[in-house]
């Protein structure tokens, strides 16, 4: 009887966790937007030229997935970001800085939102012109949403995106 009731519970334990939904985390899709403010990003790293026209942006797409076991009350609000980047061969050992802004996010649960964040600054274009010169230099780059779900659980979902290093104002490739 101890054994029957002991599996009982098991099986308890078991249906309960299956019950439960993902992480909220995994319930988040970053997707990027269409026309001008789409991957791939163009970053002019020369703007003593001219050729930087204020600051690049990209138009940022962020789905809350709906999930059979998740409360109607689900929540997150995305507060910060971070964009790290790869520079291809045969630039592929430097190790552009960061760059990181704040935002104010909120979505709930089956909703979609879409907003634009600055993906780089004058730290990534003064680290860049030295090094490449007037060459173009392909990359991606991976934009990291930072925030909070409804049980104040740390969210940190990311997307990869294409950018383009050059010296767009002159068109010297």
Known sequence: ????????????????LACEPPPTEELLAIT??????APPVELDVDCEDGGCMGLVELEVQLTFETHEY??????VKIVQYRVDYHVGAPYDDLEVPYFSGNTSVALAIGDTTSFNIVVAGDTQREFLRPRI??????????????GYDHNDELVMP????????????????
């Open 133 to 146: 010169g007037e060459r173009q230099a392909e990359g991606r780059a991976t934009l990291t949403l930072a």
């Open 32 to 37: 990027f937007g269409a026309g001008a403010k």
């Open 70 to 75: 998740s409360t109607i009350e689900a929540m």
């Open 158 to 173: 990311a997307a990869d995106f294409d950018i383009f290093f050059d010296d767009y104002f002159s068109g010297v490739y």
């Open 1 to 16: 009887m101890a054994r029957l009731n002991a599996l009982g519970l098991s099986l308890v334990a078991i249906l309960a």
